[in-house]
């Protein structure tokens, strides 16, 4: 029995992604580029002179009554079509249809980002704290109630929300880090199940 399927994606990615899947046992029935143009009218601006001496001497002037600017956006969308097949019959089918839904399931995985905004208001946050104190016990000011609960308040709430913000990071890269390892073999089982 034969299965199909069809991708549809960028014209930069048909080799690599016909490259793919053929590792998993399909092959490339057909492919048809799409490529797609429209215009959207997304405004139009009047601009009319009107009535009275204005109006009427720049009607005479310009020889008409106004302007119209029609604003428009010009959608294109190119993409390829692929239709693959693959044979119920082929050596390995069912791990092969195994690894290849795995490898499916994972490779959408988003690098984590880290957490520089949470980082860099705690640091310039403490430093401005940090030399606001100096400078109070410089000049021998005094502070007021509310200065000293921010000053004391802000540190120890956003040090320690950096603080797992990193740890968290740390465990979503090291998680990342295995889904791409993880890719690698299932890539490389397919491969010598399917030569």
């Known amino acids: 029995m034969i299965e199909y399927r069809t991708e549809r994606i960028s014209p930069q990615y048909q080799d ?9 046992g399909w092959s490339i029935v057909s492919s048809q580029e799409i490529y797609n143009e429209s215009t959207d009218i997304v405004g139009v601006d009047v601009k009319t002179y009107g009535d009275g001496f204005i109006g009427g001497f720049m009607q005479g002037f310009t020889g008409s009554s106004g302007t119209v600017n029609v604003r428009q956006r010009k959608n294109i969308s190119n993409y390829v079509v692929l239709n693959f097949a693959r044979d119920t019959d082929i050596p390995n089918y069912a791990r092969l249809r195994e690894l290849n839904a795995e490898f499916e399931s994972i490779m959408n995985a988003e690098e984590p980002k880290k957490p520089v905004k949470r980082t860099a208001v705690t640091v310039v946050g403490t430093l401005i704290i940090a ?9 021998g000011t005094s502070a007021l109630l509310w200065e000293i609960i921010v000053c004391v308040l802000f540190p120890l709430i956003t040090v320690p929300l950096t603080a797992v913000g990193w740890v968290k990071y740390k465990r979503r890269m090291r998680d990342y880090n295995y889904i791409l390892s993880r ?3 299932i890539y490389n089982e397919a491969q010598l199940l399917n030569s």
Request: charged share 15%.
């Open 16 to 24: 690599s992604v016909t490259e793919l899947l053929g590792v998993f």
């Open 131 to 139: 030399v606001s104190i100096i400078m109070a016990l410089i000049n």
């Open 183 to 185: 890719m690698d073999e």
